[in-house]
């Protein structure tokens, strides 16, 4: 098993979230919306997803800072994001090192037609729960933010395995829960998972199903 590392979490602290708005806002039919993953999901109302995910510059630089730094990428480096949607963190990394070999594949349709044209080349329609068609550690970093929990338990043996046959690293970030509050405040906000696990249930998962990588946990409080 690999490290457990600090990468999405100051980001994914810096922003607000009232709960109980959510869970109280017919959410059965916002979950319903969500899981769509089309324009609704992503530039529709807060609602049935992010509420506009646009690019803001330097938003996602921390980030692709830490995953360069910490996995020593360099010209050349192979990476691929498993759940890339408009694929602002893949243009980022882009920003910091232009020669830097990416390819992402997510299968939300209009995540992808709306995605940096810069990177577009670069990024395809492909399920996580689907054998990826690239070789054996064909990538010097296969990453995956807050994807996998929205598969269920048969989906993630096949998703986790393939991460993990595909690159020779690999950094992982889901959300989860340490304990009551956080699992209450976690189910009042997941509109797409599928998969609600405490830390160590996931990591006895990763274990299991065959991920060796890095791995990163956030949580709703």
Not at 41 to 63: A, E, F
Not at 176 to 199: G, I, K, M, P, V
Request: glycine share 8%; hydrophobic share 35%; charged share 30%.
């Amino acid at each position: 098993m690999g490290k457990l590392r600090n990468i999405v979490t100051p980001l994914h602290e810096s922003t607000k979230r009232d709960y109980l708005a959510r869970m109280v806002d017919d959410k059965v039919h916002c979950m319903e919306i969500a899981k769509q993953y089309d324009k609704d999901y992503w530039d529709g109302d807060r609602r049935y997803g992010y509420g506009g995910y646009k690019y803001i510059p330097g938003r996602w630089k921390p980030v692709a800072e830490k995953l360069i730094n910490i996995y020593n990428l360099t010209s050349g480096s192979r990476v691929l994001d498993i759940g890339c949607g408009k694929g602002y963190l893949l243009y980022e990394m882009k920003l910091l090192i232009p020669d830097l070999d990416i390819t992402g594949i997510d299968s939300s349709d209009y995540g992808l037609e709306n995605a940096k044209e810069k990177i577009k080349p670069f990024i395809y329609k492909h399920r996580a729960e689907v054998k990826l068609p690239y070789k054996d550690k064909e990538f010097d970093l296969v990453i995956s933010l807050g994807t996998f929990h929205n598969l269920r338990l048969p989906e993630l043996k096949i998703a986790l395995s393939e991460m993990d046959r595909v690159g020779k690293k690999g950094y992982l970030m889901l959300e989860s829960y340490r304990n009551e509050e956080e699992l209450f405040c976690l189910q009042c906000w997941a509109l797409t998972a599928e998969s609600f696990f405490d830390t160590d249930e996931w990591i006895w998962i990763y274990d299991w199903f065959g991920y060796s990588g890095d791995y990163e946990f956030i949580y709703f409080d």
